[in-house]
């Protein structure tokens, strides 16, 4: 498979469809199929549940019960990660940074706050948090660049993406000598997290069909980070 459209055809497939093996597959695809499954999401009437959610309508009946939250916000948070590769074309840290890749991801397309000063500090929560998961599966980060410990909690109502619940100054020591540290308490909704995900991805695919310089990215990265193949029904 040679030609862009193919590619983003592929890429994008809706994670609703079941699709046999053996064929390719779409790292993104396989990511937001399997996320589904942690958050319950029934695949038949996947779309209808992403619009209540949008809504912010009552989610008890509307979401099947087998559940594992931690691990399917690992997978968008992953997920965010993967796509920021695509976004700006290179996986070298060293020309840019995982942080600032996953950060341009969400500013781009995460639509977080109004004001420019709320989207950074959210854009770094949410990278600390993607930190405490992916490096601890825990809910403790530390910033020991800037001073700040970050300590989590995670909901599941639909509530806002990121709410502050405290922040205060506090001495920590840590090995022989004593830093002065910030510690901030923030709440992530992961229901919301994964609706927010969702619409990044419809928007970076509008934006990738008329951006020359984001089609010529995702072509780099199409061929390292595109697809897996399955040869048999192991999944």
Known sequence: MTGFQE????????????FMPPRSYSELYLLRRDVDFCFGINNVNRNGELERLRNGDELKGNIQENKALFIGAMGILAGIDLLGKFLVGTDN????????RFRQFLQRYFYLENSFEDAHVHEEVLYQFR??????FGLYSVDFNKGIIYEFTATSDNSPLIQQTRCYMHRRQIE???E??????????????YRKFEEAIVRYRCD?????????NFKRMFRFYGTIDIENNSR
């Open 176 to 178: 022989e000598d004593g």
């Open 208 to 216: 990738l069909e008329k951006d020359q310089q984001l089609q010529d």
């Open 93 to 100: 840290h060293r020309k840019v940074p995982v942080g600032e």
């Open 7 to 18: 590619m983003v055809m592929l890429f994008f497939e809706d994670p609703s469809e079941y």
């Open 180 to 193: 002065l540290f910030q510690p901030c308490m923030y709440q992530i909704d992961l229901y919301t997290l």
């Open 131 to 136: 930190n405490a998961l992916l490096h601890s």
